[in-house]
């Protein structure tokens, strides 16, 4: 697998997701920015906003090079002497929709390698309904167990555990979501899963296409359901979660803004209105403490 | 100056804001939460919402105590074995009004202990106007120099100049507003300033007595000024900015989020409702784009 090849691959997989979701929207079509990196390649940055389902959401390609970031060759360990240059691809997705009755979603999948012959993958999707459905969160993560499980048998109770770790709003005491999946630092032939690249590969894309028809079934279970100007009101509070979680606690985020990546681009993932209301508590009994309830680590939804 | 005295001036002052403010704004009350802290100590929380002029602010006045923090150990070259306890009071602002010709601020003044005897205040405020006006930037500095110029010559240029590097909103290359003073680390009979603990502690109080007048002007100036849907909008992606700068680059709230302060206090700072679209470049020539233009460091307001 060439990066080239990866990179490739990539952009297809953007514009088969591009593709479903615009079918499934109806109205709502993407516009596309091309970009440049300073240090090297660019970006495909493809955005929808005010559909008939999606509020506001991105979907986003990346091929980027250049000499490793300090911050980063201090979290890789690297020494000092050393400074490789790096390449970066991926494909980084978040949807906002606008009835509270259907999740906000996210994926990503990347590939990453230096030039002194280090590579690996990193990725993985995570749903943040406004309301949390049992059957749905089930449903979910049984397709990415399935995913996981063509490609290896340790996968999903892993990268789901990562998920949970990864996606938690830690001043809240809260998952972002009903969690999915996430993985970083796979790399080709590493003892404890012992796939070549390829196969990495191979899992790293089946990931990526999992995205869209899961997506859009939730899209159409969803989008017709009726709900009232109160759940509205706690759609934009999750929301402010969201936002909380992306620009306190995302990683990818952070090392973004902090090293010079395309502002518009990385922000995307912010909704297009959040609201803040103190001490919001809901009452006992409600649906919306019943999500909250179910925004906790180690929940098995299968 | 013993810190208990301190502390309650520090009280007094919120007692004085909080006031000055329901009676500019005409309607809106404080609501009050007293909370504790969990290694000591414990704050008094005091909440604005839908008033006549302020949709959402809050004056939160804290003195806690207890084992310094691993993270603030490291940021202050504490050696290992040193464990030291600290105690911090101190009052916090941020108003957000809801119109969008009065500006959004801040101002903070707090007072930091450790039991090794080391001692520091610091504090500031700022403006952070959704249209900037000339005079209103140039009368705000004015203010605030003369606060300075009456404990320091020296103090009005170099806060000045700090809270310009502070209020940066480094990933969009924008001030948060026309900036004001900022200053950290003012300690006793420092060899910069000369000024005694009691010199210090007036400085820092006259801060935190200039907010209550200066903010009320604003607010009468202005509350009654017409505004369009558009330049509510526009309101709501400048809050949006503010948002990104609180959670992004504010260390304060980031410190705070991540050990374990109280969340719902630290993030009264965030506004009601904030909203974001991709890419939004105002038209050349519109008073949009002539605040944009004015969100630079570096520029003398007086």
Redesign the interface.
């Known amino acids: 697998m060439l990066r080239d090849q990866i990179a490739a691959e990539f952009k297809n997989l953007q514009d088969t997701i591009c593709q479903a979701l615009e079918t499934e929207d109806g109205s709502g079509k993407f516009r596309e920015?091309l970009w440049e990196h300073h240090s090297g390649g660019g970006g495909r940055t493809r955005?929808i906003?005010d559909g008939s389902v999606i509020e506001?959401g991105?979907v986003n390609f990346s091929a980027v090079e250049g000499p490793v970031h300090p911050r980063l060759r201090a979290q890789m360990n690297l020494p000092e002497h050393e400074a490789p240059l790096f390449f970066a691809t991926g494909v980084s997705i978040v949807m906002h929709p606008k009835n509270p009755k259907v999740p906000i979603i996210h994926m990503n999948v990347r590939y990453f390698e230096l030039d002194n012959g280090t590579c690996w993958f990193g990725g993985g999707i995570d749903l943040t309904p406004h309301y949390v459905v049992r059957e749905d969160a089930t449903y979910f993560h049984r397709q990415l167990k399935q995913v996981c499980d063509a490609h290896h048998p340790a996968f999903y109770e892993k990268f789901k555990n990562w998920a949970d770790d990864y996606f938690f709003v830690?001043?809240?005491d809260e998952t972002r979501g009903i969690g999915g999946i996430f993985f970083d630092y796979l790399k080709p032939d590493a003892p404890d899963h012992g796939l070549s690249k390829s196969a990495l590969f191979n899992f790293v894309l089946a990931t990526g296409q999992a995205f869209a028809p899961l997506y859009t079934h939730f899209m159409a279970a969803h989008k017709n359901e009726p709900h009232t100007p109160e759940e509205k009101n706690w759609q934009?509070l999750r929301r402010?979660r969201y936002?909380?979680f992306n620009?306190?606690w995302d990683r990818g985020t952070?090392f973004g803004?902090?090293t010079g990546g395309r502002?518009?681009s990385?922000?995307?993932s912010?909704?297009?209105?959040?609201?803040?209301?103190?001490?919001n508590r809901p009452e006992p009994g409600t649906p919306e403490a019943e999500t909250l309830s179910l925004l906790k680590k180690g929940i098995n939804w299968l």
């Open positions: 920015d955005l906003q506001k991105g830690q001043h809240r934009y402010g936002v909380e620009l306190v952070k803004l902090e502002t518009e990385i922000l995307m912010l909704p297009p209105q959040a609201n803040w209301a103190y001490d």
